[in-house]
T-cell receptor, first 115, second 114 residues
Framework: DTGVSQDPRHKITKRGQNVTFRCDPISEHNRLYWYRQTLGQGPEFLTYFQNEAQLEKSRLLSDRFSAERPKGSFSTLEIQRTEQGDSAMYLC?????????????FGQGTRLTVV | AQSVTQPDIHITVSEGASLELRCNYSYGATPYLFWYVQSPGQGLQLLLKYFSGDTLVQGIKGFEAEFKRSQSSFNLRKPSVHWSDAAEYFCAVGADQAGTALIFGKGTTLSVSS
């Protein structure tokens, strides 16, 4: 168990470019979450998968944001036509099947800087 | 509306002193409550959680928290702070045991003085 892995750890991009982040959850975890954290704020929930099904996506910030988890394992978060306001830390978390003491384990995040 | 308030943005305590970080929540249903810690360059680590039962919960690293339904609070405490506890602490509330959509507070930054 190597924990939740996110790649890249840092990304600098020019405004208007598309970016894609990858998250590899803990292997036996079927639930996967994406959050965004801006400076001085707590993480903000974006979307959630159970296996390959995206069960909650209404909180994605705009239609420029999309996420996939095609085989129920790793997930990608894409931001199209990036804006300076997209600069933030993007966090991924995973959790095992629902149980009495299920908890979410977070990765170290991908820090995006849009210049 | 569902929300979490952490009234203290920054707290400084002396090493060895006791600590209490405040958390108040607004949630329509039975809350699932969490405290996470985030150190620079590190991911969020769960300190403790409350789902039901005993309102005083013990966590890792010597932390504990008490759920008070009447006050809508879930304050984090530690009897003796160590320099390594300096970090940012987040209180969160969730809709279910998995924390499907955790709502986080803005965090409290803890500094420890020698």
């Amino acid at each position: 168990d190597t924990g939740v892995s996110q790649d890249p750890r840092h990304k600098i991009t020019k405004r208007g470019q598309n970016v894609t982040f990858r998250c590899d959850p803990i292997s036996e975890h079927n639930r996967l979450y994406w959050y965004r954290q801006t400076l001085g704020q707590g993480p903000e929930f974006l979307t959630y998968f159970q296996n390959e099904a995206q069960l909650e996506k209404s909180r994605l910030l705009s239609d420029r944001f999309s996420a996939e988890r095609p085989k129920g394992s790793f997930s990608t978060l894409e931001i199209q036509r990036t804006e300076q306001g997209d600069s933030a830390m993007y966090l991924c978390a995973s959790s095992p099947p629902l149980g009495a003491w299920t908890e979410a384990f977070f990765g170290q995040g991908t820090r995006l800087t849009v210049v | 509306a569902q929300s979490v308030t952490q009234p203290d943005i920054h707290i400084t305590v002396s090493e060895g002193a006791s600590l209490e970080l405040r958390c108040n929540y607004s949630y329509g249903a039975t809350p699932y409550l969490f405290w996470y810690v985030q150190s620079p360059g590190q991911g969020l680590q769960l300190l403790l959680k409350y789902f039901s039962g005993d309102t005083l919960v013990q966590g890792i690293k010597g932390f504990e928290a008490e759920f008070k339904r009447s006050q809508s609070s879930f304050n984090l405490r530690k009897p003796s702070v160590h320099w390594s506890d300096a970090a940012e602490y987040f209180c969160a509330v969730g809709a279910d045991q998995a924390g499907t959509a955790l709502i986080f507070g803005k965090g409290t930054t803890l500094s420890v003085s020698s």
